[in-house]
């Protein structure tokens, strides 16, 4: 095959990162002049092998600081930076396009009860079961956040009012069915607190948008938790309740 082609050199060089092996680099020449592989050109492949190594595990470490720099770091979900990030390109976006889109802000009940009677690192258990639960039910064109402690938020684009109070009926739940482990033995259950304000039915901008949700979640909390509500502009809306 490499004589049908015209090769007439062809060299394969191990490609290593953090003394991994990563892959080959091939390198090949249709130049008729005759190569002699000598120590010269065994140390020439060897420094391309490497530079390209190096070259690569820069752009892995860009990658990852990256990753990082938009992640949060217990539950994996995004963080508050890249939120407000997204949340102004989802409503330029629905502005030139038109469409709406919807925003869901959810809160831990009784979070804090959690840790003072179970300890911080089961608290912790429960931020990421629920974190897994959010980016299980989630759609793949939703944005998940946490948005700081107990919090969550999840952008949802292109989706109405009554898509959205479905999808938080559904995570709602599922929450509530699902059994968080404490320790070596024993397991709690959760309810959620949740708000959801809707662009551009709500507000006009991403500011009053995120006041939107958050009225709407302090008044589930204000009306007996594990309850989802829709701002419907000063006022608040029951969408449903427990069960």
């Known amino acids: 095959i490499l004589r049908k082609e015209g ?3 062809f060299s394969v060089i191990p490609l290593l990162s953090d003394k991994k092996f990563t892959g080959f680099l091939f390198l090949a020449s249709r130049n008729r002049k005759k190569i002699i ?12 092998g490497n530079n390209v ?3 690569l595990d820069k752009i892995k470490l860009f990658e990852e600081t990256k990753r990082l720099s938009i992640t949060d770091g217990l539950t994996g979900l995004y963080n508050r930076r890249h939120f407000y990030k997204h949340l ?12 709406s889109f919807a925003l869901m802000l959810f809160d831990i009940d009784n ?20 974190a897994n639960i959010l980016r299980s039910i989630s759609r793949e064109t939703d944005l998940v956040v946490r948005y700081g402690g ?15 109070v479905s999808l938080a009926n559904r995570i709602k739940h599922a929450v509530e069915k699902h059994i968080f482990p404490v320790n070596d033995s024993g397991h709690i259950r959760i ?6 304000s809707s ?15 958050d009225n709407a979640l302090y008044a589930a909390k204000a009306a007996g938790k594990n309850k989802i509500l829709c701002f419907k502009g000063t006022l608040v809306e029951k969408s449903f309740q427990k069960t």
């Open 111 to 130: 979070f804090k009860f959690i840790n003072d009677t179970y300890g911080h690192q089961t608290g912790d258990e429960v931020l990421i079961g629920l």
């Open 53 to 55: 190594s190096l070259i």
């Open 88 to 99: 102004d390109i989802e409503v330029a976006r629905s502005k030139r396009y038109g469409s």
């Open 7 to 9: 090769i007439v050199f």
């Open 199 to 213: 662009y551009p039915k709500n507000a006009s901008d991403a500011k009053s948008l995120l006041n939107a949700a």
């Open 37 to 48: 592989f000598d120590f010269d050109v065994a140390a020439l492949l060897s420094l391309i």
């Open 191 to 196: 309810t959620l607190s949740g708000g959801i």
């Open 150 to 164: 107990e919090e969550f938020i999840i952008i949802l684009p292109n989706t109405a009012e009554k898509e959205a």
